[in-house]
């Protein structure tokens, strides 16, 4: 069964425009949740991350909002670039725990 | 800098045949993995460890062995290679259990004919 679940699979947007890119969990005991970015044949590399006593994090044009009550978090690409072109997974993990569950990501691509 | 690289970086194998895919990590971190990546299913746990000559079942481990000889090395084993196995495959080290930043190697492209 999918523990983490993103959406949409592929998203599309205009060069300058925000992105969303969407992740749900079931598991309550999460508490941290990466995000990686990886280009075509190259692995995965973290982009951003928060733990669950955080609402939001921010760095520079990347931002996560995360809604505990509903076990929703949410990726928001300001000012899309065409180098942000990529796909994106959404992790989980118990910060004690042993191993990340990963989504089966959202490709994303921004047209000049 | 962080480094996992890996060996081969393509391979192609015959059904039924044995394969070994190598990792080697600098990053002198105690958790490595082994994932495989297919089309809509992300990123999927094989197998892990935490200490060297000891390793974990991750959530689908049939059909793959994995060996950690040392703590730099973590091998994925498959012993008698299935066409349902052509894949992606990715290692990946941590410093520390599951709340902290894995590091990712290039990743395998094995095709099994």
Aim: glycine share 8%; charged share 20%; aromatic share 12%.
């Amino acid at each position: 069964q999918q523990q983490v679940r993103q959406s949409p699979q592929s998203l599309t947007v205009w060069e300058g425009e925000t992105a969303i890119l969407n992740c749900s969990y079931e598991d309550s005991t999460f508490n941290y949740f990466p995000w990686y970015q990886q280009f075509p044949g190259e692995g995965p590399a973290l982009l951003i991350s928060i733990r669950s006593v955080s609402d939001k994090k921010e760095d520079g044009r990347f931002t996560i909002f995360f809604n505990k009550r509903e076990k929703k978090l949410s990726l928001h690409i300001t000012d899309s670039q065409p180098g942000d072109s990529a796909t994106y997974f959404c992790a989980a993990s118990v910060g004690s725990g042993t191993y990340q569950r990963f989504g089966t990501g959202t490709k994303l691509q921004v047209v000049p | 800098e962080a480094a996992v690289t890996q060996s081969p970086r393509s391979k192609v194998a015959v059904t039924g045949g044995k394969v070994t895919l190598s990792c080697h990590q600098t990053n002198n971190h105690d958790y490595m993995y082994w994932y495989r990546q297919d089309t809509g299913h992300g990123l999927r746990l094989i197998h892990y460890s935490y200490v060297a000559d000891s390793t974990e079942k991750g959530d689908i481990p049939d059909g793959y062995k994995a060996s950690r000889p040392s703590q730099e090395n973590f091998s994925l084993i498959l012993e008698l290679a299935s066409l349902s196995q052509t894949a992606v495959y990715f290692c990946a080290s941590s410093d520390t259990r599951g709340g902290s930043e894995q590091y990712f190697g290039p990743g395998t492209r094995l095709t099994v004919l």
